[in-house]
């Protein structure tokens, strides 16, 4: 059963600040891997899509990585902003079956101006 | 619309009582799927739909949890005889559906209905 772990559970900076949140799978076979912003009482936004054969994907200041041998994803994201303040959710599409997405808990970033 | 909506965007149930979220896909959408998102956590698939098929109904928690899109477009999800547990955000997602399945689209999410069973 594919799994996915993010850390950390909650991330708090000072705006400016470049960071990285990270996301792991315990499953190699995956089609693509996405990265989503969820705003308090609102759906999923998708940032970045990566598909299994691509190593990384850019967005503005926004980078995602994707290493599948090792089961791991990182979202960098640049210059941050109070903007960005939300919560960071990793999801993989396992490969074979439907196209449900197998999705981790979330980072919860907070940007301090 | 632009986007996915979802109906209500809120709903208070009484243990037992029956309810039903409503779901309607970005227009020309093949692809839709319902997630359960539990406080804390990240979204849960339950079911997925293309066209009017259910193809996928593995994470659907008991025989109390139904879907339909009877015409390919707009989707119920009833829950019968809720349960306490049964309370979180349903989130309804929609993606066009590629020829080429290996690669995979992005889903699109609705803002999700907020179910409290009481």
């Known amino acids: 059963k594919q799994e996915v772990t993010q850390i950390p559970a909650a991330l708090s900076v000072p705006e400016g600040e470049n960071l990285v949140l990270n996301c792991s799978f315990t499953?190699?076979?995956?089609?693509?891997l996405q990265w989503f912003r969820q705003d308090p009482g609102k759906g999923l936004t998708s940032l970045l899509l990566?598909?299994?054969?691509?190593r990384e994907q850019t967005s503005g200041r926004l980078n995602a990585s994707l290493d599948k041998s090792s089961g791991r994803s990182t979202l960098y994201i640049a210059a941050s902003q109070p903007g960005d303040s939300a919560t960071y959710l990793c999801?993989?599409?396992?490969?074979?079956?439907?196209?449900?997405?197998?999705f981790g808990k979330g980072t919860k970033l907070t940007v301090n101006p | 619309g632009a986007g996915v909506s979802q109906s209500p965007r809120y709903k208070v149930a009484k243990r037992g009582q029956d309810v039903a979220l409503r779901c309607d896909p970005i227009?020309?959408?093949?692809?839709l799927f319902w997630y359960q998102q539990a406080l804390g956590q990240g979204p849960e698939f339950l079911t997925y739909?293309?066209?009017?098929?259910?193809?996928?109904k593995s994470g659907l928690p008991s025989d109390r949890f139904f879907a339909e899109r009877p015409e390919g477009s707009v989707s119920t999800l009833k829950i019968q005889r809720t349960q306490q547990e049964d309370s979180a955000v349903y989130l309804c997602?929609?993606?066009?559906?590629?020829?080429?399945?290996?690669?995979?689209?992005?889903?699109?999410f609705g803002p999700g209905t907020r179910l409290l069973v009481l």
């Open positions: 997602a929609s993606s066009v559906l590629l020829r080429t399945l290996t690669w995979g689209e992005t889903q699109y």
């Open positions: 499953d190699s076979a995956i089609y693509n």
């Open positions: 990566i598909q299994s054969s691509q």
């Open positions: 999801a993989v599409r396992p490969q074979g079956g439907s196209e449900k997405l197998v």
């Open positions: 227009s020309g959408h093949v692809s």
């Open positions: 739909f293309q066209n009017e098929a259910q193809l996928d």
